[in-house]
């Protein structure tokens, strides 16, 4: 559950040095949202809670519908800039090869 109103500064960092775009504030996800999409989560727990508050959606860790793994990535919430990049590269490889 999204419990900050703005981008994490180790997020932001990599952000600025990636030269990624800026990112809409965080909010909670919405029925609107959940509706008629496919929903990507880092780990299981949050699969497993979104499946519950979602039952009709299609949920998916990113790790499974990147390259069917069903690998957790590690949420960085209360971790070292390291952590956050660390996360990043993980994502960024899964995504990566959701576009090849």
């Not at 029925?31 to 979602?54: C, F, P, R």
Request: aromatic content about 8%; charged content about 30%; cysteine-free.
């Amino acid at each position: 559950m999204v419990t900050e109103t703005m981008t994490n500064p180790s997020s932001q960092q990599i952000i600025d040095e990636e030269k990624l775009s800026q990112p809409d504030a965080p909010q909670q996800i919405s029925d609107e949202d959940a509706k008629n999409s496919i929903l990507l989560t880092m780990t299981k727990g949050h699969q497993d809670l979104l499946k519950e508050l979602y039952p009709d959606s299609e949920v998916y860790l990113l790790s499974e519908y990147a390259d069917g793994s069903a690998m957790d990535i590690i949420d960085p919430v209360g971790g070292s800039y390291e952590d956050y990049r660390e996360v990043y590269a993980q994502m960024k490889s899964f995504i990566d090869k959701l576009f090849k």
